[in-house]
């Protein structure tokens, strides 16, 4: 009589388990957006491709010291801007210093979050990068990719893991 009881109860215990989170196979899939074009000026785009509104642009650059750490030599210390950014939570996207090539020397992500708001509305703010050899900068260029959000991994999260994700972020040696 109770292996008959047990087995009507079987689909349901399985059901449960499955609607628990133990269940092995979720169905789970990540899925990383290609790497937009870079450029001086660039419409920052989310993992789909699709434009967000917002404008992110190099305003300007220069070699100089760092003035924390002037005795380690130059460093690339530019002045971003992003058009139509939310102050609080807006996208962020890599800068990096190319040379003539468009070869990365050297990369890190802005913020718009971490820029100062401006009476226009737009939000702007300066960084630094450092290079090996910053005599062969030729520019800094940034890549329109939202990096301000990459959720988890299927292996970090099975269950609720997963979906659309940014390229991997760029690097020295990578041609932009």
Not at 4 to 31: E, K, Q, V
Request: charge should be negative; aromatic fraction near 6%.
């Amino acid at each position: 009589m109770f292996p008959a009881r047990a087995l009507a109860g079987a689909p349901l215990a399985l059901a449960i388990l499955a609607l628990s989170g133990c269940s092995s196979h979720w169905g789970c899939t990540d899925t990383t957006a290609e790497r937009g074009e870079a450029g001086a000026r660039v419409q920052v785009e989310d993992t789909s491709g699709r434009p967000l509104g917002v404008t992110a642009e190099v305003v300007d650059w220069r070699l100089e010291p760092h003035p924390q750490v002037p005795s380690e030599g130059d460093r690339v210390h530019f002045h971003y801007r992003f058009d139509g950014a939310d102050e609080m939570s807006g996208p962020a996207v890599d800068a990096c210093a190319v040379d003539k090539e468009r070869v990365a020397l050297g990369c890190q992500t802005v913020y718009s979050s971490e820029a100062w708001p401006r009476p226009d509305g737009d939000l702007t703010g300066d960084d630094w990068l450092s290079v090996e050899h910053p005599e062969q900068v030729a520019g800094v260029l940034l890549i329109p990719n939202d990096r301000s959000y990459d959720g988890r991994t299927c292996e970090q999260d099975i269950k609720d893991g997963g979906g659309p994700h940014p390229p991997e972020p760029a690097g020295m040696g990578d041609q932009l």
